[in-house]
Every structure is written in structure tokens, then in C-alpha cells.
């Protein structure tokens, strides 16, 4: 099964967010082809992708996050500034605050699973909500233009009180995640 390690987001900045995805809609038009926007209930804070993973792992990869986030007390993280990844956009997504706590609580959980045995990032963390993902040429660049009017957009914040992991299926329909374990934080 496919896993990931994730914070939900909440219902306010859902709703932000699923606002902010109509409005640069709307100033796209209807060029939708290439362009495949995340619904707005399924946008989470990724921590970690484990990937495929078989059933046996499955408790130990909970274990580990149940124990990390015992570590950790309760915060909040803004969610602001739109960009992108790619030029042209690639992945169009919005950023959060630099956070020390976030970003300690995801390279505690990288070091840990790096432990039972799961690569490590490669590459910096950079938490970003995906709000759509991009496979035409045109639709990136008219996509990057229009992002560029939203850098001081912010889409409230986040309260950071549990980690989640998630089992994620792909089908024609789009992603499906099925919740197997939420670990709360130390309330603060």
C-alpha cells in the first residue's frame, strides 16, 4: 500500500483555499485542459511519502510517528504566498511560514524512519499545500503569470495538533486516503 505522513489542514483554510483555486480558475478561463486542481478536502501538509510499503511495516511506520509526536507540543504554521515548482509551473502550490517547530517535527520523523529503514529526503523540506498540478506546456506558463499576483496571499493558519498517516489509493476518480492512525500532539 501507498503511505504518507501528513497534517490536516482544517476546515477554515479548506475553504480558503478551495476560494483562492475558483479565483486563479477564473483568471485561467476555461483552458482546463492539462491542469488537474486537488480538491480542496483532500489538501494536507506533507511530511513525509513512504510509498509503497507492505502490511507488516505498517504498524511499525505508526509506532514511529506516535513516538515523534509525543516529542512535540501543539503550534500554529501560516499558510501564505502562492509559487510553483517548475518553469514552467509544474506543481502550483502555497507555502507555509518558516517554521522551526514544523520543520524539526519533519526531520525528527525523517531521521527516525531512516532508522527502521526508509531513504531519507534528499532534498530540503519546503511545506507547501498543493493546489494543482500542471502537464501542459501553455497551461504552466499563463499559470505562472497569473500566480505571480498572489505573493502576499494568506490563507489563515493551520493548528498543528496531530499527525496523521495515510494510506493513498489512485483511482480514475483521483485520490483516495484512508486514515490509519492520528497521533495527537502535547497540548500546549
Known amino acids: 500500500m501507498r503511505v504518507f505522513i501528513a497534517v490536516d489542514i482544517g476546515e477554515a483554510v479548506a475553504a480558503s483555499l478551495g476560494g483562492l483555486q ?4 477564473g483568471l485561467f478561463g476555461d483552458r482546463r485542459r492539462g491542469v488537474k486542481w486537488v480538491d480542496p ?10 510509498g509503497e510499503i507492505n502490511d507488516e511495516q505498517v504498524v511499525e511506520v505508526c509506532k514511529v510517528v506516535e513516538d515523534v509526536t509525543g516529542q512535540f507540543s501543539e503550534f500554529d504554521v501560516s499558510v501564505e504566498k502562492v509559487g ?6 509544474r506543481v502550483v502550490w502555497i507555502g507555509t511560514e518558516e517554521s522551526e517547530q514544523l520543520c524539526r ?7 527516525r524512519f531512516a532508522e527502521i529503514g526508509f531513504a531519507p529526503d534528499e532534498k530540503k523540506f519546503v511545506p507547501h499545500l498543493t493546489l494543482c498540478r500542471v502537464k501542459d506546456f ?3 506558463r499563463r499559470l505562472g503569470r497569473i500566480i505571480d499576483g498572489y505573493d502576499d496571499f ?4 493551520i493548528h498543528v495538533k496531530s499527525v496523521c498517516v495515510y494510506k493513498s489509493e489512485l483511482t480514475k476518480a483521483g485520490p483516495e486516503y484512508t486514515l490509519l492512525s492520528r497521533n495527537e500532539l502535547v497540548r500546549g
Open 22 to 25: 475558483d479565483e486563479i480558475r
Open 41 to 50: 478536502d483532500l489538501i494536507h501538509l506533507t511530511l513525509k511519502f513512504l
Open 84 to 89: 510553483s515548482f517548475g518553469r514552467p509551473a
Open 105 to 111: 517535527l519533519q526531520g525528527d520523523l525523517d531521521t
Open 138 to 140: 501553455g497551461a504552466g
Open 154 to 157: 494568506s490563507a489563515g493558519k
